[in-house]
């Protein structure tokens, strides 16, 4: 077989003697190189041929390498070339030859060579791109190293922020009883205040919880309640000299959501409130508005304390900076009095009666006859209507606390049926209204549970009725329906309170007419009672007022003093 392979056939030799003859004759240097880039692979990897398989015979001697091939030695060797032309072609055509470990013939150990020395000049070929590409694929992987390791450093801030918010969250989360408010607990409360109109103005220190309280009402009134933030409007409490523009924007959309015609039953200010302009503002907004104002502060165990505030308030400030707010807040943290605030629907009712029932009295002859006791110019027929003048919120007093000036505002403010109960919805009892020269106005008749709220020594006005004192508890109780000019509202509850001395003491009074609405008596002094034959019953909220800051009523150098003056309403 070895011999049948080394023998050149006669037809391949015929072929290559017939393709030489076609052939241009090559110029040395051509033939040179042809001749080595055939024998160049061979001849370096000669050492790797096993020394167990010897070399037969008639195996060619490849040329060296650095002598060139004469032209005669073309023309001269003929067997050679032909010998050389079918191992070329074979090499071409032989794509991926497989190792062989063991040749069994010259050819295949030809081949072998030809197939090592192709990987081998490949390889050195490759050498420099590999490299350079190893190069860029190592600075790749390092670029993908570095960004994964900033990707997982993000993501590690990511989740320590994330569980720094939680934790902030959990902190924020108040202590059992913060949210116990009456208008978010007490479903007749929540009831009525679905149908009516109120306004909640939420007041307190920054951090001090009022946006988790504004959340808290806005979940128990969905769909009927809107929350109007100062942060959304560019307001800084701390520095309300750089919020001008940002107050107005704030003022603006609160009135926009308190006016007739919008969805909202309840609207919820959400701002510090520290100060009694702002305070004043905004009741002025409600009753305009024709809604009833409610001023709350949160009720966390934080509220007041300073570290605590600044630890935990979004906006960055320092103790100094919220303890030049906390000033003013505690200035204000009394309101200008507590008591009933009838809803808007029911004052228009109440209003209603008490014209029906001027206009009804001013005609009767009873009271043409003590006409003189009424007024000095009894010569002069009196239009009620006229003559009393109706201002403000129609509401039932129970402490006037003046901001904390007042005996005993601070106890009355701290009594625990104060707090659990501000907020709260009542159903007032209306049972007689009265006319002297100076009010007109209807009598509360308290029930147990209003009693509560009442304060101890209300009836005790020694210095102006001495027989008060020893009235029932409540018998104060009244709602300012008018005054005459340059007269004070607050003496409508002394013109009360002297009938019902007088009532006390056995004077049944003169009983003048019964008439649709109940039974009218006459008093003396131009004082006239008409007890209800059916109470009104009127829904009210139990809430608190700040009105207008009054102006120093002590004048300079010597002025006199003026009494001060109160402005109940």
Same mark, same amino acid.
Request: aromatic letters at 6%; glycine letters at 6%; one cysteine or more.
């Given at each position: 077989?070895?011999?049948?392979?080394?023998?050149?056939?006669?037809?391949?030799?015929?072929?290559?003697?017939?393709?030489? %003859?076609?052939?241009?004759?090559?110029?040395?240097? %051509?033939?040179?190189?042809?001749?080595?880039?055939?024998?160049?692979? +061979?001849?370096?990897?000669? !050492?790797?041929?096993?020394?167990?398989?010897?070399?037969?015979?008639?195996?060619?001697?490849?040329?060296?390498?650095?002598?060139?091939?004469?032209?005669?030695?073309?023309?001269?060797?003929?067997?050679?070339?032909? %010998?050389?032309?079918?191992?070329?072609?074979?090499?071409?055509?032989?794509?991926?030859?497989?190792?062989?470990?063991?040749?069994?013939?010259?050819?295949?150990?030809?081949?072998?060579?030809?197939?090592?020395?192709?990987?081998?000049?490949?390889?050195?070929?490759?050498?420099?791109?590999?490299?350079?590409?190893?190069?860029?694929?190592?600075?790749?992987?390092?670029?993908?190293?570095?960004?994964?390791?900033?990707?997982?450093?993000?993501?590690?801030?990511?989740?320590?922020?994330?569980?720094?918010?939680?934790?902030?969250?959990?902190?924020?989360?108040?202590?059992?009883?913060?949210?116990?408010?009456?208008?978010?607990?007490?479903?007749?409360?929540?009831?009525?205040?679905?149908?009516?109109?109120?306004?909640?103005?939420?007041?307190?220190?920054?951090?001090?919880?009022?946006?988790?309280?504004?959340?808290?009402?806005?979940?128990?009134?969905?769909?009927?309640?809107?929350?109007?933030?100062?942060?959304?409007?560019?307001?800084?409490?701390?520095?309300?000299?750089?919020?001008?523009?940002?107050?107005?924007?704030?003022?603006?959309?609160?009135?926009?959501?308190?006016?007739?015609?919008?969805?909202?039953?309840?609207?919820?200010?959400?701002?510090?409130?520290?100060?009694?302009?702002?305070?004043?503002?905004?009741?002025?907004?409600? %009753?305009?508005?024709?809604?009833?104002?409610?001023?709350?502060?949160?009720?966390?165990?934080?509220?007041?304390?300073?570290?605590?505030?600044?630890?935990?308030?979004?906006?960055?400030?320092?103790?100094?900076?919220?303890?030049?707010?906390?000033?003013?807040?505690?200035?204000?943290?009394?309101?200008?009095?507590?008591?009933?605030?009838?809803?808007?629907?029911?004052?228009?009712?109440?209003?209603?009666?008490?014209?029906?029932?001027?206009?009804?009295?001013?005609?009767?002859?009873?009271?043409?006859?003590?006409?003189?006791?009424?007024?000095?110019?009894?010569?002069?027929?009196?239009?009620?209507?006229?003559?009393?003048?109706?201002?403000?919120?129609?509401?039932?007093? !129970?402490?006037?606390?003046?901001?904390?000036?007042?005996?005993?505002?601070?106890?009355?403010?701290?009594? +625990?049926?104060?707090?659990?109960?501000?907020?709260?919805?009542?159903?007032?009892?209306?049972?007689?209204?009265?006319?002297?020269?100076?009010?007109?106005?209807?009598?509360?008749?308290?029930?147990?549970?209003?009693?509560?709220?009442?304060?101890?020594?209300?009836?005790?006005?020694?210095?102006?009725?001495?027989?008060?004192?020893?009235?029932?508890?409540?018998?104060?109780?009244?709602?300012?329906?008018?005054?005459?000019?340059?007269?004070?509202?607050?003496?409508?509850?002394?013109?009360?309170?002297?009938?019902?001395?007088?009532?006390?003491?056995?004077?049944?009074?003169?009983?003048?007419?019964?008439?649709?609405?109940?039974?009218?008596?006459?008093?003396?002094?131009?004082?006239?009672?008409?007890?209800?034959?059916?109470?009104?019953?009127?829904?009210?909220?139990?809430?608190?007022?700040?009105?207008?800051?009054?102006?120093?009523?002590?004048?300079?150098?010597?002025?006199?003093?003026?009494?001060?003056?109160?402005?109940?309403?």
């Amino acid at each position: 077989m070895d011999a049948e392979q080394n023998q050149t056939s006669p037809e391949v030799v015929t072929k290559a003697e017939k393709y030489l %003859e076609k052939q241009p004759e090559l110029e040395s240097s %051509e033939v040179s190189e042809s001749a080595s880039a055939l024998y160049f692979e +061979p001849d370096k990897k000669q !050492t790797t041929v096993p020394e167990k398989q010897p070399m037969p015979e008639k195996t060619p001697e490849p040329l060296p390498l650095d002598e060139p091939l004469a032209e005669n030695n073309i023309e001269t060797a003929p067997e050679k070339m032909a %010998e050389l032309v079918p191992q070329a072609v074979k090499l071409s055509v032989q794509a991926a030859p497989e190792p062989v470990t063991q040749p069994e013939s010259e050819d295949e150990v030809e081949a072998d060579k030809q197939t090592d020395a192709e990987i081998a000049v490949k390889k050195v070929e490759a050498e420099k791109p590999v490299e350079a590409g190893a190069v860029m694929e190592e600075k790749l992987v390092e670029a993908e190293i570095v960004k994964e390791v900033e990707s997982e450093k993000r993501a590690a801030g990511e989740a320590d922020a994330v569980e720094q918010q939680k934790a902030e969250v959990v902190e924020q989360i108040p202590a059992p009883g913060t949210l116990s408010f009456a208008f978010l607990e007490h479903e007749q409360t929540k009831a009525t205040l679905r149908t009516s109109r109120t306004l909640i103005i939420l007041r307190g220190l920054p951090g001090s919880g009022k946006s988790l309280l504004a959340r808290a009402i806005a979940d128990s009134y969905q769909g009927l309640c809107t929350v109007c933030c100062a942060d959304d409007h560019g307001v800084k409490p701390e520095s309300p000299e750089t919020s001008a523009d940002g107050y107005k924007a704030f003022d603006d959309a609160v009135v926009a959501c308190c006016s007739v015609g919008t969805s909202s039953q309840v609207i919820v200010v959400d701002d510090t409130n520290h100060t009694h302009d702002r305070l004043a503002r905004l009741g002025e907004v409600a %009753e305009q508005h024709r809604l009833v104002a409610m001023f709350l502060e949160p009720r966390t165990e934080w509220s007041r304390d300073l570290p605590q505030l600044a630890k935990r308030t979004q906006r960055g400030l320092e103790e100094a900076q919220i303890q030049a707010m906390k000033v003013p807040l505690e200035e204000t943290s009394l309101p200008l009095f507590f008591g009933w605030f009838l809803l808007p629907g029911i004052q228009d009712k109440v209003r209603c009666t008490s014209m029906d029932f001027l206009k009804t009295l001013d005609t009767l002859e009873a009271f043409k006859k003590h006409l003189p006791d009424f007024t000095v110019e009894a010569e002069k027929e009196v239009d009620l209507e006229q003559y009393f003048q109706a201002n403000g919120v129609l509401h039932c007093t !129970t402490k006037f606390c003046d901001y904390g000036k007042a005996e005993g505002a601070k106890e009355y403010a701290d009594k +625990p049926a104060v707090k659990e109960l501000y907020g709260s919805a009542f159903e007032l009892s209306l049972s007689a209204l009265f006319v002297t020269p100076r009010t007109v106005g209807a009598r509360v008749s308290l029930s147990e549970d209003q009693l509560t709220l009442w304060p101890a020594d209300a009836e005790e006005v020694v210095s102006v009725v001495p027989a008060a004192a020893t009235l029932p508890a409540g018998s104060r109780a009244h709602i300012t329906l008018g005054c005459a000019e340059g007269v004070e509202p607050q003496q409508t509850g002394f013109d009360l309170l002297e009938i019902l001395a007088l009532q006390q003491e056995g004077q049944e009074g003169e009983l003048v007419e019964e008439m649709e609405l109940g039974s009218l008596a006459y008093y003396g002094k131009g004082r006239w009672l008409l007890s209800l034959r059916e109470p009104i019953s009127t829904q009210a909220c139990f809430s608190s007022l700040y009105g207008p800051k009054k102006a120093d009523s002590t004048k300079k150098d010597g002025d006199k003093k003026k009494k001060q003056k109160c402005t109940i309403l």
